[in-house]
DNA sequence: GTAGGCCTTCCCATTATGGGAAGGTCAAGG
DNA sequence: CCTTGACCTTCCCATAATGGGAAGGCCTAC
């Protein structure tokens, strides 16, 4: 299988799995006499892996552990669940801080005209003028 | 004053002033005979706004929008309004994004042992293996 | 034999921020 | 007068993950 139809079968760019081969997160691939990556059902089982620990939103570095987790048979299943707790951990801590972002935003657009006129509390807020309305 | 005491005054880095600067956020500011920049109040106050704006994650780019309609008096309430509000649908696809990452990941977790054994439905989950328990 | 569709490597760009080196300037104090 | 320390300057590098694109090699079909 050339890398186009493990980026196919798998959802991972085919510049995403040479860059994942670049950094050492997956184990570069046998060669044809043309110089042509080859994968086969196991590389391409890994290359999905990645992609949804991807989309839950784990870094590489973290994707990389869980990736010899998942190798280790000797692994404990406490192991990776410290690494989705704190994942989740973090993912809490930024989405409160967005939601902290949205809630002042909503209120400074809800005392906003969003009319012809030049008067926006939106500005006054961030030009420090505290006697922004509202 | 000084770009250290500019940077004290502003809560923005010396690096990050010479950055802006450097992209065009803000303008050149006067140099002494020794080559250092100087800042007066006017510029802190630009500084303060730019620190701001990027405290409710609106990008630099955002930023240079804000900061222009801020100097132009004839804005319209409307024009600032615009770029806050879909500022606001940015953060909340990206915060709902994010909580669907971790709705999914502590569902995994509650099915997850959490012990010595190497049974894990976070591993099952992410190899694909639609016999993940839960 | 040539055109198209793969593949290869290499370089560049993105966003916003920090680190650090090498060197200039200035003020205080010995 | 010289040193020390605290500034300042510019320049280069690194981060995280991804995409774009060029230049060139290989193979297959027509």
């Not at 909503?106 to 500005?123: E, Q, S, V």
Request: with cysteine; proline share 3%; hydrophobic share 35%.
């Amino acid at each position: 299988m050339n890398i186009g139809q493990a980026a196919e079968a798998s959802g991972v760019s085919a510049k995403m799995i040479r860059y994942y081969e670049e950094i050492g997160l997956i184990a570069p691939p046998a060669r044809t006499g043309n110089n042509y990556r080859v994968y086969d059902g196991g590389q391409v089982h890994v290359l999905r892996f990645i992609k949804r620990a991807r989309s839950l939103g784990f870094s590489l570095e973290e994707t990389e552990t869980l990736l010899k987790l998942w190798a280790d048979k000797s692994r404990t299943s406490a192991a990776v669940k410290d690494v989705a707790t704190s994942h989740i951990d973090d993912l809490e801590r930024r989405i409160a801080e967005m939601q902290g972002m949205v809630n002042t935003l909503k209120h400074l657009a809800h005392c906003c005209g969003g009319d012809h006129r030049p008067d926006c509390p939106i500005l006054d807020d961030l030009a420090g003028d505290s006697a922004a309305k509202g």
